[in-house]
């Protein structure tokens, strides 16, 4: 089992900047894919981004390609987003998520990942 807690989130103005952080616990996570989601109120969850077990590895949604960076230290089992240029329209409530299974293979199904945090709250004002 693995636990994550995410932090970092908090209220910027639009083309602001934060870094979002997703650490484990139970367990090293060294082996898992790991994944950031976001959900505005009264939407779906949606992928952000997404890193393989090595960090080799990464993919984004078109909407944070450029402004988003996803990134992980396995020495501190904590992965990262690094949001930039901030918009408006990132206001969501941010969830870091953890596959088993291949290492290598990244997704960005919600299905496809067994563990998730609370969520940390991102709020962007214009």
């Known amino acids: 089992q693995v636990q994550l807690v995410e932090s970092g989130g908090g209220l910027v103005q639009a083309g602001g900047s934060l870094r979002l952080s997703c650490a484990a616990s139970g367990r090293t996570f060294n082996r898992n894919p790991t994944g950031w989601f976001r959900q505005a109120p009264g939407k779906e969850r949606e992928f952000v981004a997404a890193i393989s077990a090595s960090g080799r590895s990464v993919t984004y949604a078109d909407s944070v390609k450029g402004r988003f960076t996803i990134s992980r230290d396995n020495a501190k089992n904590t992965v990262y987003l690094q949001l930039n240029n901030l918009k408006p329209e990132d206001t969501a409530v941010y969830y870091c998520?953890?596959?088993?299974?291949?290492?290598?293979?990244?997704?960005?199904?919600?299905?496809?990942?067994?563990?998730w945090g609370q969520g940390t709250q991102v709020t962007v004002s214009s």
């Open positions: 998520a953890a596959r088993e299974g291949s290492e290598r293979y990244i997704s960005s199904l919600t299905s496809e990942y067994a563990y």
